[in-house]
């Protein structure tokens, strides 16, 4: 088949050539757009699942929903050397900036752009460029130093700047797992008190399974402040849909036989999904047609670009002690699996391994569905460990 024609783009965030399974999650982003738009509001919401099932991918299809309607939309990814507060500004920043380029710079804009210089100044952030209006502080404002009120205020602000142009702004934020207990209590209660106020600031976190239960432990009323939404693998007839619809638009068909194979072996994930096609597009002959003789000849270097390139970046970053605690949990299944029995496989009381299971889903490569439970974040990655370890 014409390399320069295979429509799969396997990569992280990177949006699949048929985007399918996930209308609802567009259609109730587009609906709360539009609440907000006629006067009414409407919750934030957060994304989570495992990885490689499209979160990243709907963030940036949000994106460019609500930029498509004149919102302003900004995002950033959580990680253990991102400066919260400054990332915060910085959202703030970008929004005020553009909504005072649709028109003459309005009080509640200004007003707005006020409070970010009394945030900026507290936490010690430079300004940049673009804030050079020679506006003063708002004094009182945003310069408390309590991280909780000082968010508040500065979304407040950005709320209140949007809300009569009947728009308002849009934040995403990525990996929100990672965001540190008080930094993830300050946003919640940040959007607790513009839910009270019915401000037009919508918030879409995305983040792996444990999310939901992290946002509990930092408030208890986050579960009434947002519409959480689980992430999953495609079903059957998606995955074969996302499969066929972009090979049939450059005039290749594949026969149900191979999209079966290629569906049974990626489980409907879909990253998996974009390898797999990728690799099948690659090793058929061609010229209009994928075989089933064509994925059994994709198949190993499929794996091999997963394993190189999804897999083994992740398992690097266990220590030696981590990567035989993930062992013997790949040698017991597929999980999720019983923390007391990954530690009987080691020979070991489970007291004696909780610091290495708690330093893996430190590093989301685990997470604990229940009590006493650990399973993996990456899907098939109990196969990718027996694979490579033996």
């Known amino acids: 088949m014409d390399p320069l024609r295979n429509p799969y783009r396997p990569g992280g965030g990177r949006r699949p050539p048929a985007l399918v399974g996930r209308d609802g999650e567009i259609r109730d982003f587009e609906i709360a757009l539009q609440r907000f738009e006629i006067g009414d509001d409407d919750r934030s919401q957060l994304l989570y699942g495992l990885r ?35 990332e915060i500004a910085n959202l703030a920043r970008k929004a005020l900036l553009q909504l005072s380029a649709r028109e003459k710079l309005g009080d509640l804009v200004r007003r707005g752009l006020s409070v970010l210089r009394s945030f900026q100044i507290r936490y010690q952030l430079p300004e940049g460029p673009e804030v050079a209006f020679g506006l003063e502080p708002a004094l009182g404002v945003a310069d408390y130093g309590s991280l909780h009120g000082d968010i508040s205020d500065l979304l407040v602000a950005v709320g209140r700047a949007a809300q009569p142009r009947g728009s308002g702004a849009v934040f995403t934020v990525d990996e929100f797992q990672f965001l540190p207990a008080e930094e993830m209590e300050a946003l919640i209660v940040a959007l607790h008190r513009i839910s009270q106020q019915g401000l037009p600031v919508l918030f879409v976190g ?3 399974p444990s999310l939901p239960g992290k946002m509990g432990d930092a408030r208890s009323y986050a579960e009434r402040l947002f519409e959480f939404r689980r992430i999953n693998s495609l079903g059957p007839d998606e995955a074969r849909l996302a499969l066929a619809r972009p090979a049939t638009e450059r005039g290749v068909r594949w026969t149900e036989a191979a999209l079966d194979a290629v569906v049974r072996r990626t489980r409907g994930y879909p990253y998996f999904l974009q390898a797999f096609g990728r690799h099948c597009w690659r090793a058929a002959p ?22 190189e390139g999804f897999f083994q970046v992740r398992y690097d970053r266990a220590t030696p002690a981590g990567h035989r605690y993930l062992e013997a949990m790949a040698a017991l299944g597929s999980g999720p699996y019983l923390s007391r029995d990954v530690a009987a496989r080691l020979k070991r009381r489970p007291n004696q391994v909780s610091a290495q299971r708690d330093a893996l889903i430190r590093l989301g490569l685990c997470y604990a569905p229940r009590h006493g439970e650990i399973a993996f974040t990456v899907p098939l990655f109990d196969e990718f460990v027996r694979r490579t370890s033996t």
């Open 52 to 86: 490689g099932v499209g979160k990243t991918v709907l963030l940036g299809e949000f994106q460019r929903i609500a930029e498509a309607r004149n919102w302003p939309c900004h995002s950033i990814e959580i990680s253990e050397r991102v400066d919260f507060a400054k």
């Open 206 to 208: 995305a983040g792996l």
């Open 286 to 307: 061609g010229p209009t047609e994928i075989t089933e003789v064509d994925v059994a000849r994709a198949t190993r270097d499929a794996f091999g670009s997963l394993d």
